[in-house]
């Protein structure tokens, strides 16, 4: 059964402090790594998939990494904006294409 | 602008009465799914479909249905909705490269 934990549970920042979120995952033959953005009450907003370890992605404040057993999304000097719940997910192989989604990251920026 | 349509986003309704939420893709993806967001639980896959007329079970598919006769609709349909069925449900479709693009979400009250 494939499983992804993601830690911390929630976060508070400032706002230019940098740090990383994580996601810990087992999955039976990946097919990809995703990192969704949700803010409340909304659908969840696409932002990375990462297919093989060593893989890095980029978006504006935002780099994902992987690796065989976790994912990291380090946020550089983020703004209130960024605030939002991270949610990480993982595709396997067993053919229904679904996700397996973690609980999230609530980040909090405060100006 | 490439989008997944759900209506309606807030349904408040009684026990027992049948109920369809509809959901609309304009991007040609073959693959739709529907899934529900519960607090402490995550997002749960409820039903998926390859492609038309091909429906499949998800992990939490008790109370549900789904039907897929036109590539671009896949309503949910609860015969018989439940108060534990009380949820925020997301429909999302997928490119053959796995990334999803989900709707904004229809929040259901089940009474």
């Known amino acids: 059964e494939d499983q992804v934990t993601q830690s911390p549970e929630a976060l508070r920042l400032q706002e230019g402090e940098s740090s990383s979120l994580n996601c810990s995952y087992t999955v039976s033959g990946l097919r990809g790594l995703f990192w969704y953005r949700q803010d409340p009450g909304k659908g969840p907003e696409f932002l990375f998939t990462?297919?093989?370890a060593g893989e890095e992605k980029e978006k504006e404040r935002l780099k994902a990494t992987l690796t065989k057993k976790e994912s990291f999304l380090h946020i550089t000097a983020p703004k209130p904006e960024d605030s939002a719940t991270y949610l990480c997910?993982?595709?396997?192989?067993?053919?229904?294409?679904?996700?397996?989604f973690g609980s999230g990251t609530r980040l909090q920026v405060q100006p | 602008e490439a989008q997944v349509t759900q209506n309606p986003r807030y349904l408040i309704t009684v026990t027992g009465k049948k109920l369809t939420v509809t959901c609309s893709q304009n991007m040609n993806h073959e693959y739709m799914s529907w899934y529900r967001q519960d607090p402490g639980l995550g997002l749960r896959q409820i039903y998926y479909s390859m492609n038309v007329e091909v429906t499949d079970k998800g992990d939490v598919p008790e109370g549900y249905k789904v039907s897929r006769k036109e590539k671009r609709n896949f309503p949910l349909i609860l015969e018989s909705p439940s108060p534990n069925q009380t949820s925020l449900y997301f429909c999302?479709?997928?490119?053959?490269?796995?990334?999803?693009?989900f709707g904004s979400g229809t929040r259901l009250t089940v009474v």
């Open positions: 999302a479709s997928s490119d053959p490269l796995g990334g999803y693009t």
């Open positions: 990462l297919y093989s």
């Open positions: 997910a993982v595709q396997g192989d067993t053919g229904r294409r679904a996700l397996t």
